[in-house]
């Protein structure tokens, strides 16, 4: 057993990592990418969170997220949205009866500070670039980063070279 233990601060910022089960290329199709973001509006509707930024790719994904005030149950959220796309995907059960659509878990880390989050928003919108599925991070198509261009996050040259707050940066 695992001596892991979650951080579950009160209306926290998250960075998340959410795997498919043995890495499956589940995203690769189109109706699976809506499934899930289906999923994310379903759970946020019941509830709400901010995903200040989010990457979809073929067999896993990066978020982060903030929480409302005095909320921690991002663990009920990711059960929901993984329940919900693992109902609409053929796939094999496992001994317990599970489809065998998601890793078990996910990889969660508390945003400490702006540093903290702006490495982290980076990351998930240079991850497509990092895999080798783009050139540039506005040209892949499950990913908040247009937005976040939009909103001035970034000028519209960057992650067209390795950005140097992400070297050493591995969240896979």
Known sequence: ????????????????????????????EHSNVERLREGFRRTMAKHPFHIDAIVILPDHL?????LPDGDTDFSRRWRLIKHYVAAGVP????RR?????????FW????RDEDDWRN?????????????YVRRPGDWRWSSF???????????????LDPANLRGMEFE
């Open 1 to 28: 057993m695992s001596d892991y233990r979650r951080a579950y601060v009160p209306g926290g910022c998250f960075f998340f990592t959410v795997v498919t089960h043995q890495r499956q290329q589940l995203f690769a």
């Open 62 to 66: 990066h978020s982060v997220w903030r």
């Open 91 to 94: 796939a094999a059960t496992n």
């Open 97 to 105: 009866g599970e489809k065998s659509v998601w890793q078990r878990r």
């Open 108 to 111: 969660e880390h508390a945003i």
């Open 120 to 132: 982290h928003v980076d990351y998930v919108h240079y991850n497509p670039v990092k895999h080798g």
């Open 146 to 160: 247009e937005r976040a261009r939009q909103h001035g996050w970034y000028p519209p040259e960057w992650g067209v």
